[in-house]
């Protein structure tokens, strides 16, 4: 059972209960995050101008990093035998002249579905009378490829819990080694600590003031989406990619 914790609408992180589960496969579900969800990313740079001070290889590698959104119905992915076409590949072109800072989104996709996601990532700063011409192709790919094709950060962590005994003989003793968020009117808080997550804070202080117990069958859930796609796009695909494998695993079996 997956249960929604937390949205954060501005940086789409998403965090979510994986209630009745496993460390493995909160682990699997992971590992598929980041390494088998395709995205867009520039594969290639074919510089015509280029007289900045940043070398067409930085300049490449710089590119390549630049997270574009990705539309997976559009395209296929691209077959190492395969050439660029349109069904696997998409261009986008970058004209500049100094004295200016060249930013992601003066990149000009061919397709208005590609386009940076972050706009504002700076790509190299041309002095007066340099100029920098490129067209790049961008294809679809999977970050266990290549870093660049990770749509985002995912971790996970136990469910805690904690029980709270402020009526201890050594809590004078040992208040000051909580952390103050941990307090509520001069009391230490458990609603407070599972909050704000104070959970490693608390944990090893001392077990009669506060016990903190992990359930090893809920798992909270973080997904980090670097703008690609959405974190629910992102786990609906990984969690598609994850029942393939798990077919195609039970069916060798038989």
């Not at 870093?147 to 402020?166: C, D, E, H, I, R």
């Amino acid at each position: 059972m997956i249960k929604l914790l937390d949205k954060d609408k501005k940086s789409g992180r998403v965090t979510f209960l994986l209630d009745d589960s496993t460390p493995a496969f909160a682990n699997a579900l992971r590992r598929t995050i980041m390494e088998s969800v395709p995205t867009m990313a520039i594969e290639e740079v074919e510089f015509k101008k280029n007289s900045g001070v940043l070398y067409d290889e930085m300049l490449a590698h710089r590119l390549g990093l630049v997270p574009l959104s990705t539309d997976l119905k559009g395209y296929d992915m691209k077959k190492p035998e395969d050439e660029f076409n349109a069904k696997n590949s998409v261009k986008l072109v970058l004209k500049a002249k100094g004295p200016c800072t060249v930013y992601a989104d003066e990149l000009q996709s061919k397709d208005p579905k590609i386009k940076p996601a972050v706009p504002k990532i700076p790509i190299v700063k041309l002095l007066k009378g340099q100029e920098l011409e490129l067209e790049a192709t961008a294809i679809l790919g999977t970050g266990k490829e290549h870093v660049k094709f990770t749509p985002g950060l995912a971790w996970f962590t136990y469910k805690a819990s904690s029980k709270v005994n402020n009526a201890h003989k050594d809590f004078d003793k040992f208040k000051d080694k909580f952390p103050p968020q941990a307090f509520k009117d001069g009391k230490l808080d458990a609603k407070k600590i599972e909050e704000l997550n104070l959970f490693d804070a608390c944990d090893g202080i001392n077990d009669e003031i506060v016990k903190v117990e992990y359930d090893n069958t809920k798992f909270i859930v973080n997904i980090e989406p670097w703008g690609q796609l959405s974190a629910q796009d992102i786990v609906a695909v990984a969690a598609d990619h994850l029942t393939e494998l798990l077919d195609e695993f039970a069916g060798k079996l038989k």
